[in-house]
């Protein structure tokens, strides 16, 4: 069976999503962020006692994401090749694209018993689970970072106070949820506010691991620009009448025994706008926001003397990485990387060397 039969495009266009190398590459962004940056994998992160469990917990739930993605992959596939001779949007059996995966339930799994029960049961209780994980963590991270260095609050009444934001931020989500029926596709929404988020905090988190000489302003200033882009970039997509493109259908071998073809999908409408950043999809826009926010952040670092601030980013920052600066000489004279190995975890550690009058220095103010 060709790859053509299957649905799969290997034709390279950042216009489209819809093809092996928007996958494979434009995603890189989006994995990124949801294997080490997402919230609630975060929370995991910091949950962990050592940071032997914390490099454990990141390895399981690597392998764990990919056999979601696996699995996910596998299930869309499936259904593209039980749909394909029989396409049930347009038998009009359903309106969108989202209810292909429930109408198959209901259409054909219903023959065995407990099947529907079980599938409600898994989406119930995951969503549960999730969406607890989400409003906990984020009502944490607005107490922390925006209520408590505003206002003096008492130990006392943390918890009423975090339950609180975790009933506001539910409330929204609520009301968020009501809508997004209203605004189009579900899934296609979900995507593109993902890709969106996820370039420019993924460029972040490269930043702070790769490149010791960012500074705050640098990456600051960077993430924000791309974030603004991202956003207006989401906001123009699905306000203009660019449709997503399809594979052809049709509705010949459909169980009634309809011997017609169903009309083949119509390209992809082009957007009213002349900005060539419009064309691209949000895949690709992901993708090229994280080199973007990149790029801005060193440019930015550069003018505002980033390098002033690279010993103190450099515990942070990945060994290989340091070693490679170093040789290049892009390192501040006065800071040498050495590696060391400990006797406890047998694991490479950082050892800086600095001037003599820089750490007399650090002793004076207590660094």
């Known amino acids: 069976m060709s790859p053509g039969c299957l649905g799969l495009s290997f034709r390279l266009d950042i216009g489209n999503d819809e093809n092996v190398w928007s996958t494979l590459l434009a995603t890189t962004a989006i994995n990124i ?38 699995a996910e992959a596998a299930m869309a596939l499936a259904l593209t090749l039980w749909f394909r001779g029989c396409d049930p949007e347009s038998m009009g059996q359903i ?35 999730t969406i607890s994980s989400l409003i906990n963590s984020q ?20 918890a009423r106070i975090t339950k609180c934001i ?6 929204v989500m609520t009301i968020y949820s009501t ?54 970039h989401m906001w123009q997509t699905l306000m203009s009448d660019a449709k997503p493109p399809r594979m052809d259908v049709t509705t ?17 409408q082009e957007s009213s706008s002349s900005l060539p950043a419009l064309g691209i999809s949000s895949y690709w826009s992901s993708f090229f926001s994280t080199i973007a926010t990149i790029v801005i952040g060193l440019l930015i670092s550069a003018l505002t003397g980033g390098r002033r601030s ?25 800071v040498q990387v050495k590696t060391a190995c400990s006797e406890d975890t047998k694991e490479g550690s950082l050892m800086l060397d600095t001037h003599q009058e820089d750490i007399a220095a650090n002793n004076e103010t207590g660094v």
């Open 139 to 158: 009502a944490a991270i607005l107490y922390v970072d925006v209520v408590s260095p505003q206002l003096p609050i008492s130990e006392v009444h943390v």
């Open 166 to 171: 975790a009933f506001v931020v539910g409330v």
């Open 310 to 334: 690279c010993r103190k980013n450099i515990p942070y920052t990945n060994t290989t990485c340091l070693i490679l600066w170093e040789r290049a000489g892009l390192l501040p004279s006065e």
């Open 33 to 70: 962020y949801r294997t080490s940056f997402d919230q609630v994998v975060v929370q995991r992160y910091i949950a962990s006692r050592t940071l032997k469990e914390a490099r454990r917990t990141a390895v399981v739930g690597l392998v764990l994401t990919t056999f979601m993605y696996l």
């Open 95 to 129: 309106q969108k694209l989202d209810q292909i995966l429930p109408f198959y339930v209901k259409t054909y799994l219903v023959q065995f018993p407990g099947t529907v029960g079980l599938f409600l049961s898994g989406i119930v209780s995951a969503a549960t689970s």
């Open 179 to 232: 809508l997004v029926p209203y605004m189009g596709s579900i899934t296609r929404i979900f995507m593109m506010a993902n890709a969106a988020i996820s370039g420019p905090l993924a460029g972040l988190m490269l930043m702070a691991v790769i490149f010791p000489f960012v500074n705050a302003k640098g990456a600051g200033w960077a993430t924000l620009l791309a974030v603004v882009y991202q956003l207006w």
């Open 252 to 268: 010949d071998f459909c169980a009634d025994n309809i011997s017609r073809l169903a009309p083949l999908p119509t390209p992809p």
